[in-house]
C-alpha cells in the first residue's frame, strides 16, 4: 500500500464512512486501491479504539487512514497495549486541521510517520 508497492498480501484498514468510499483521495487509497491490487481491507462495525487497535493487530495491517481523532485513538490504544503494530507501513490522516502535536504522538507511540493529505 505504500508508495502504490503494496501486494496481495496487504491488508488495509480505512475506518472513514464506506459508503464515502468513491470520494478522495484518502478514501481510495483506503478502500479502493487494496481492492484494485487484490490486498484486503479491514472493516470495524463499531468505533472502539482499544478493540480497532486488536483488529488492525490481529489482521497484520499495513496501512491505516482516519481523520485526526481516529488517528489519535489509535495512537493512545498502542500505549495503553504496550505495543506497536508490527507489520503497519503507513498512517494517514487529514480532510480536517491536524494537531500539530499529533506526528510526535504517533511517531513516539506507533513508531510511523504520520503522513496528511487535502483532497
Known amino acids: 500500500m505504500d ?3 503494496g501486494s496481495s498480501t496487504d491488508r488495509s484498514a480505512h475506518l472513514g464512512d464506506v459508503r464515502h468510499a468513491e470520494g478522495g483521495t484518502a478514501q481510495q487509497r483506503g478502500n ?6 487484490g490486498a484486503e481491507v479491514i472493516l470495524a462495525d463499531t468505533w472502539d479504539p482499544d478493540a480497532v487497535f486488536s483488529l488492525l493487530a490481529e489482521h497484520g495491517a499495513v496501512y491505516f487512514a482516519g481523520p485526526p481523532s481516529f488517528v489519535q485513538a489509535i495512537a493512545d490504544a498502542a500505549y495503553r497495549a504496550g505495543h506497536k503494530l508490527p507489520r503497519m507501513r503507513g ?7 491536524v494537531p500539530a502535536h499529533l506526528a510526535d504522538e504517533v511517531r513516539n507511540k506507533l ?3 504520520l503522513e496528511t493529505q487535502w483532497e
Open 32 to 37: 479502493l486501491l487494496p481492492l484494485y491490487l
Open 91 to 97: 498512517i494517514v490522516t487529514g480532510a480536517t486541521t
Open 3 to 5: 508508495g502504490g508497492s
Open 111 to 113: 513508531g510511523l510517520t
